[in-house]
Nanobody, 124 residues
């Protein structure tokens, strides 16, 4: 079955860290750009990071640049999002998605497969 499954969300205090995982099955992850997106209540979905393989290229939205790091583990067919220095405004449902395009200016585009999402709540 072709799917993406996110994990690693939870409740964290401001300034804390979380690592999200996006595990792929049914396809080889490093043959597609993989992106992380988030959607907060009442807001539009935001593309925050993207990784393209061979060569490895990464994209970060200004809102997360310097705090979040995207990486891939080909052996585990998994992409990670390390989130540090979390802020209350990072609270959202986080999704990973498979894309067919990558841009240095907007990250992943033309997505064709989405995970179910994982909730991240940053609160004291």
């Amino acid at each position: 079955q072709v799917q993406l499954v996110e994990s690693g969300g939870g409740l964290v205090q401001p300034g804390g860290s979380l690592r999200l995982s996006c595990a792929a099955s049914g396809f080889t992850l490093d043959t597609y750009p993989i992106g992380w997106f988030r959607q907060a209540p009442g807001k539009e979905r935001e593309g925050i990071s993207c990784i393209s393989f061979s060569p490895e290229l990464t994209y970060y939205a200004d809102s997360v640049k310097g705090r979040f790091t995207i990486s891939g583990d080909n052996a585990k067919n998994t992409v990670y999002l390390q989130m540090n220095a979390l802020k209350p405004e990072d609270t959202a449902v986080y999704y990973c998605a498979r894309a067919t395009g990558y841009s240095d200016y907007r990250g992943c585009y033309s997505t064709d497969l989405w995970g179910q999402g994982t909730q991240v709540t940053v609160s004291s």
